[in-house]
C-alpha cells in the first residue's frame, strides 16, 4: 500500500506569494492532519479534516487555510507569505479522526524569502 | 506552561547499547495518550509507540518500549540494542480529549546520534 504523498517536496516563494502545498493519503483514510515544524516553535497542529469537513483547528492566522477533496486528498494555502512561514509541513492520514495511528508524508519545504 | 517536555536536546549513546530518552508531560484530564515518533534527516514523521493513561501495561513495540510512571507523569522511550539506523530526532507527544478535540501536543524533540 502506498504510503502518504505530498507534493511538491521543495519549494521556494517570495514574500506575499501565496502557496499550495497537496497531500494524498494512504488510501482508504479519511482523515488528514497538518503541521508546521520550525527550528524555533517545533511541531504545532493547522488543521484537521474528516470527510471533507475540517474538524479541528490550531492557533494559526487566517493566512492559512486547507481544505479536502471527495477522494480524501487534501490541499493546504498559505496566502500572503512571511518569512515565519519558511518551514517544513507534514501531511499525517489516518482511518479515523483524531491523531491515533497517524502516517506522516515525507513533508514540504517551504523557504520564504 | 510547557505541556510535553523533553529536557535532552542532544544524545550520544554507543552501539548496541540501551538508551532512554525522557519526556514529562503536563495535564489535569484523566483519558489522554502519549506517543513517540522518530524523525530521520529526511523528514518524514515514523510513529514507534502509543501509552494510553489507562493502559495497566507499558507499552511495547520490538526494541521499544515505553516507561510509564503515571504519578510522575513521566513517559520515558527506552530503545534497546541500539543500532546505527536509530540516529534520528525522536519527539514525545500527547493527545488531550479536552485540548481542542485530540489535537497532538508536542515535545522539542531529542536528537539522538549513534556511535559506531
Known amino acids: 500500500k502506498a504510503g502518504v504523498t505530498q507534493t511538491p517536496r521543495y519549494l521556494i516563494k517570495t514574500r506575499g506569494q501565496q502557496v499550495t502545498l497537496s497531500c494524498s493519503p494512504i488510501?482508504?483514510?479519511?482523515?488528514v492532519s497538518w503541521y508546521q515544524q520550525t527550528p524555533g516553535q517545533g511541531l504545532q497542529f493547522l488543521f484537521e479534516?474528516?470527510?471533507?469537513?475540517?474538524?479541528n483547528k490550531g492557533n494559526f492566522p487566517g493566512r492559512f487555510s486547507g481544505r479536502q477533496f471527495s477522494n480524501s486528498r487534501s490541499e493546504m494555502n498559505v496566502s500572503t507569505l512571511e518569512l515565519g512561514d519558511s518551514a517544513l509541513y507534514l501531511c499525517?492520514?489516518?482511518?479515523?479522526?483524531?491523531?491515533?495511528?497517524?502516517?506522516f508524508g515525507p513533508g514540504t519545504r517551504l523557504t520564504v524569502t | 506552561a510547557q505541556k510535553i517536555t523533553q529536557t535532552q536536546p542532544g544524545m550520544f549513546v554507543q552501539e548496541k547499547e540501551a538508551v532512554t530518552l525522557d519526556c514529562t508531560y503536563d495535564?489535569?484530564?484523566?483519558?489522554?495518550?502519549l506517543f513517540w515518533y522518530k524523525q530521520p534527516s529526511s523528514g518524514e514523521m515514523i510513529f514507534l509507540i502509543y501509552?494510553?493513561?489507562?493502559d495497566q501495561q507499558n507499552a511495547t513495540e520490538g526494541r521499544y518500549s515505553l516507561n510509564f510512571q503515571k504519578a510522575r507523569k513521566s513517559a520515558n522511550l527506552v530503545i534497546s540494542a541500539s543500532q546505527l539506523g536509530d540516529s534520528a530526532m525522536y519527539f514525545c507527544?500527547?493527545?488531550?480529549?479536552?485540548?481542542?478535540?485530540?489535537?497532538?501536543?508536542w515535545g522539542a524533540g531529542t536528537k539522538l546520534i549513534i556511535k559506531p
Open positions: 499525517a492520514s489516518s482511518l479515523a479522526k483524531g491523531p491515533l495511528e497517524q502516517y
Open positions: 488510501s482508504g483514510h479519511r482523515s
Open positions: 479534516y474528516f470527510s471533507e469537513t475540517q474538524r
Open positions: 495535564t489535569s484530564d484523566p483519558s489522554y495518550g
Open positions: 501509552q494510553g493513561s489507562y
Open positions: 507527544a500527547m493527545r488531550e480529549p479536552r485540548d481542542s478535540n485530540y489535537q497532538l501536543i
